[in-house]
Structure formats: C-alpha cells, structure tokens
C-alpha cells in the first residue's frame, strides 16, 4: 500500500479546517501523511492548528516564516513530502471517505501519473450547490480556454514535480499553471467520474474575487504561458465566458 502525501496550505480557514483534516484522516486508505503548512504572519490561529496534531499522529504542521501564498506552500510541502502520490486538499474543501482509495486504484490500473476526479459544489454549511464533472485531458490545448481541474481533487505521481512542474506564485490560477504546465510534459489527466470531493465556495475565498481572477488569468497566458500581448487577451476573454457558463 504506497504512502500517499495529503498537502494542506493553511489561511484564515479556521471554522472550516477541522472538517478538512478528519475526511483526510478518516480515508479507507491508510497509509497517508498529512502535512499542514501554515501560512498566516499573524499567527492568530496558530495555537488551534498545532492542536490539530493532536487528532492522528499521521499530521504534521509546516510553519512559513512569512504569508507566502497557497501556491508555494504546496511546493514547500511537497519538497517536505515522503508519499509516491501527492493528492491537494484546500483547507476549506473536504473529501468523501474513499476517494484516495479509488483514485490509487484508477491510477495504478491505468498506469497513469495523475488524475482527477468529479465534484460537489457545497456552500459554507454544507450544502449542495452544484457539481462539476472530471473529463479525460490529454493535450494542453484541450484545457486551456477553461480550467475544469478542481485543485481538490487532483493526484499527482510525485515524479512528476520538478523546477519547471510547480506551483507558480501568483494569488489565484496557480493550480491551472500546473496543469497546463504537467500537459505540456506529455502527460494527460486520467479522470473519475465520481465525486469524490467537495469543494466549499465560500465567500472569502480568494477564488471568488473576479478582478483578482482577471488578473491573475492574464498572467497564466502572457507570463507563465508565454503568449504575445493579444493572444492573451483572447485567451482570458474565453475563459472568463467560459467560467460564466458554468
């Protein structure tokens, strides 16, 4: 049974974290690590976190000097990291209880380095809002008019991750960097249609901040993409109607 390595940036998620950590540490899959990376300067909730350590002796907390951002610190917890499989979870989203175990299992079947899988919409109490469902990525292309990859649900060979596979460090969009970054590799996304997670909209999130999502779209193109100025441009205006669609 390989070690899976559960990644958890930490920020401000304090009514919702507890939640997160138990439908990690309540997977049919045993044989996890969870690793906690705090990343609020204030240290306001510090004390809470390192208390959660108390709830499975699988947790560890990595505490950043400095608010760093989601994106880097799932690259310093990944390079923290002992499992063959990295698996994402938001500290505001949870996972039903055999979504490692089914996933491992797709993966190994398929022999494939990472995949996702279908998801529930659920508001801050829970409820459910909507769902998105997983569908086969095989070329970068395919992806990247809309990012249809919830960070929640992805696991990832950790072979995978190298100088050029990592989280950038941008506010929003570093997962769809990624992705399109790991379909350039030559690999392709296997997907479950299944939902196997939840992921939580709530109304702090940096993800529901439509300039910052503009922003930060831009960047995925004309920075980390490597596009011209206008072709850019084009590309966020079909992702910003394509997001309105759903």
């Not at 249809?148 to 950790?158: A, C, E, N």
């Not at 831009?218 to 920075?223: L, R, W």
């Not at 590309?235 to 394509?242: M, P, T, V």
């Amino acid at each position: 049974m390989k070690l899976v390595s559960v990644i958890i940036p930490y920020f401000k998620k304090k009514i919702f974290i507890e939640e997160s950590v138990k439908s990690a540490i309540n997977q049919s899959h045993k044989n996890l690590e969870i690793i906690i990376i705090y990343d609020d300067f204030s240290h306001d909730d510090l004390d809470y976190i390192l208390r959660l350590k108390d709830l499975d002796h699988r947790i560890s907390i990595i505490i950043n000097p400095k608010t760093l951002g989601a994106g880097e610190s799932r690259n310093i917890g990944i390079s923290k990291s002992k499992g063959a499989y990295i698996a994402f979870l938001d500290a505001d989203d949870v996972w039903a209880l055999n979504k490692i175990e089914c996933q491992i299992n797709y993966m190994q079947d398929k022999n494939l380095y990472c995949s996702h899988t279908s998801y529930n919409i659920i508001d801050e109490d829970g409820v459910i809002l909507n769902h998105r469902t997983a569908r086969i990525f095989k070329h970068f292309e395919e992806l990247l008019k809309s990012c249809d990859i919830g960070l929640s649900t992805v696991m990832v060979d950790r072979t995978i991750f190298s100088k050029y596979c990592k989280f950038p460090n941008i506010k929003t969009k570093e997962d769809f960097v990624l992705w399109l970054k790991i379909l350039k590799t030559g690999h392709f996304f296997g997907a479950i249609d299944k939902k196997l997670s939840f992921w939580r909209n709530s109304k702090d999130s940096l993800s529901t901040s439509s300039l910052q999502k503009l922003i930060d779209g831009f960047k995925v193109y004309y920075i980390h993409m490597d596009y011209k100025f206008f072709k850019s441009l084009y590309l966020l205006i079909c992702l910003s109607l394509n997001y309105l669609k759903k």
